[in-house]
Antibody, heavy 126, light 109 residues
Framework: QVQLQESGPGLVKPSETLSLTCTVS????????WSWIRQPAGKGLEWIGR???????NYNPSLKSRVTMSVDTSKNQFSLKLSSVTAADTAVYYC????????????????????WGQGTLVTVSS | EIVLTQSPGTLSLSPGERATLSCRAS???????LAWYQQKPGQAPRLLIY???SRATGIPDRFSGSGSGTDFTLTISRLEPEDFAVYYC??????????FGQGTKLEIK
């Protein structure tokens, strides 16, 4: 059974960089897309970005200037760095997996998140 | 940018009733890129439906998805007590990545 576990500081000061790592167990990190998604308390879900195991990345245009993602296949981990944080970045941060499976019938690679971490709360405060 | 609008915001029903949740996109979305999730308090979202109508592994058959273009629907045929939660739709676009609807809260009447 695939499991994802987020780790990192729960408290970050304003203007500093938020750093989180997601460790994947029970399966290989290879040949999947890996995303970070966040959720402020009582609010909806916001996708931050994704990385493929080749290192190729895609970021949410609204956060792109502050986001860096990386992957370490030897450790089955991928990471998020979000710079210049403010109180608006306070949220539960989830990591999630997207399979890369070609659908012969439609000619598309369906896009969805099939496994999620439990989430980690990051608070931005001095 | 494609915006997903879910309705209603809150749906009050009783166990055993049928629930119909709507997700409307501001532009046409490929069915392959439309998914539905269930989220309970304090938990991560759980994948229910992908490709607009395919049930994820282990999801009961009382959950079904339908729709195409700009209008998608999640139907729960007979509500069980454990189905009361918040439901999100999600789409993917090559330029903007993934976006979610604002959610529908399904509460016990």
């Amino acid at each position: 059974q695939v499991q994802l576990q987020e780790s990192g500081p729960g408290l970050v000061k304003p203007s500093e960089t938020l750093s989180l790592t997601c460790t994947v167990s029970g399966g290989s990190i290879s040949s999947y897309y890996w995303s970070w998604i966040r959720q402020p308390a009582g609010k909806g879900l916001e996708w931050i970005g994704r990385i493929y195991t080749s290192g190729s990345t895609n970021y949410n245009p609204s956060l792109k200037s502050r986001v860096t993602m990386s992957v370490d296949t030897s450790k089955n981990q991928f990471s998020l760095k979000l710079s210049s944080v403010t109180a608006a970045d306070t949220a539960v941060y989830y990591c999630a997996r997207t399979p890369r499976v070609y659908d012969i019938l439609t000619g598309y690679y369906p896009q969805y998140f099939d496994y999620w971490g439990q989430g980690t709360l990051v608070t931005v405060s001095s | 940018e494609i915006v997903l609008t879910q309705s209603p915001g809150t749906l009050s029903l009783s166990p055993g009733e049928r629930a119909t949740l709507s997700c409307r996109a501001s532009q046409s979305v490929s069915s392959s890129y439309l998914a539905w999730y269930q989220q309970k308090p304090g938990q991560a979202p759980r994948l229910l439906i992908y490709g607009a109508s395919s049930r994820a592994t282990g999801i009961p058959d009382r959950f079904s998805g339908s729709g195409s273009g700009t209008d998608f629907t999640l139907t729960i045929s007979r509500l069980e007590p454990e189905d009361f939660a918040v439901y999100y739709c999600q789409q993917y676009g090559s330029s903007q990545g993934y976006t979610f609807g604002q959610g529908t809260k399904l509460e016990i009447k």
